[in-house]
C-alpha cells in the first residue's frame, strides 16, 4: 500500500513538474532556433502543397476552357452554315455561357422569332478558382452579367475573344470571323489544338501513321 501511495505521488510530481515546464516556455515565448524549426518546417509543407493546389486549379481551367472551344467551335459551325441566327449569351440566372438560337414560335408563326437556349448544347460554368474575366466582340467589352454576341450569317461576324484566368494561367481563347474553331493562348504562347488538322508532309512526317 505504501508503495502504491508513493508512486501515486511520484507519478503526480512529474505531471506538475511538465505543467510548470510548459508555462514557463509559454512565458519566456520561443527561443530563436525553435522559431526557426517551426518556419523551415512550413516552407517545406507549403512547397509541396502550394504547387499541387496550383495543378488543381489548372486542371480546372483547362477543362473549362475546352468547353468554351467546344461551344465556340458549334457557335462558328451554326453562324457558318447560316441556317439559323445564333448567339453567345451569358446567362445572368446561372452565370454560364449559353449558345442560344433565334427561333419561331410554332404555335404563332406570324410573331417575331425568339431567342431560345439551345437544348443541345451544355452551358459553360466556371469552377471555382477560375474565372473568365474578360470577354469582347470585335475591340469591345462585355460588361455586366448578362450579355450577348449575336452570329451574322453574311459572314461579318465578330472576333470573339475570351480571357480565362486562374492561379498561375492566363489564357485567352480567340475565334477569329469565318474561323471553324477558337484558338486557343496560355500566357501569351499559342497552343495548338489537337483536333486540328495537320499537313503531316510539311512536318517532315509523311511516313507518320494517322
Do not use: H
Request: glycine share 8%; with cysteine; net charge neutral.
Amino acid at each position: 500500500m505504501v508503495n502504491l501511495v508513493a508512486k501515486a505521488r511520484t507519478k503526480t510530481s512529474s505531471t506538475e513538474r511538465r505543467k510548470t515546464a510548459w508555462r514557463e516556455v509559454m512565458r519566456r515565448g520561443f527561443t530563436l532556433l525553435e522559431l526557426i524549426v517551426v518556419i523551415s518546417i512550413l516552407v517545406v509543407v507549403s512547397s509541396v502543397v502550394i504547387p499541387r493546389l496550383r495543378g488543381l486549379s489548372k486542371g480546372k481551367a483547362d477543362v473549362a476552357i475546352e468547353r468554351l472551344s467546344e461551344l465556340l467551335s458549334l457557335f462558328a459551325w451554326r453562324d457558318n452554315a447560316g441556317s439559323q441566327q445564333c448567339a453567345i449569351y451569358m446567362n445572368p440566372d446561372s452565370g454560364a455561357v449559353e449558345l442560344w438560337t433565334l427561333e419561331p414560335n410554332p404555335n404563332q408563326p406570324m410573331e417575331p422569332a425568339e431567342w431560345m437556349p439551345d437544348r443541345l448544347v451544355r452551358p459553360v460554368l466556371m469552377p471555382e478558382g477560375v474565372e473568365l474575366a474578360e470577354v469582347m466582340a470585335d475591340g469591345m467589352r462585355m460588361g455586366g452579367n448578362e450579355w450577348r454576341i449575336v452570329g451574322s450569317p453574311t459572314g461579318n461576324r465578330a472576333r470573339i475573344e475570351m480571357r480565362v484566368v486562374a492561379d498561375g494561367l492566363d489564357a485567352m481563347v480567340v475565334l477569329e470571323p469565318g474561323a471553324a474553331m477558337p484558338t486557343r493562348v496560355d500566357n501569351g504562347i499559342v497552343v495548338e489544338d489537337q483536333r486540328a488538322a495537320r499537313d503531316l508532309d510539311a512536318r517532315g512526317m509523311s511516313r507518320e501513321p494517322w
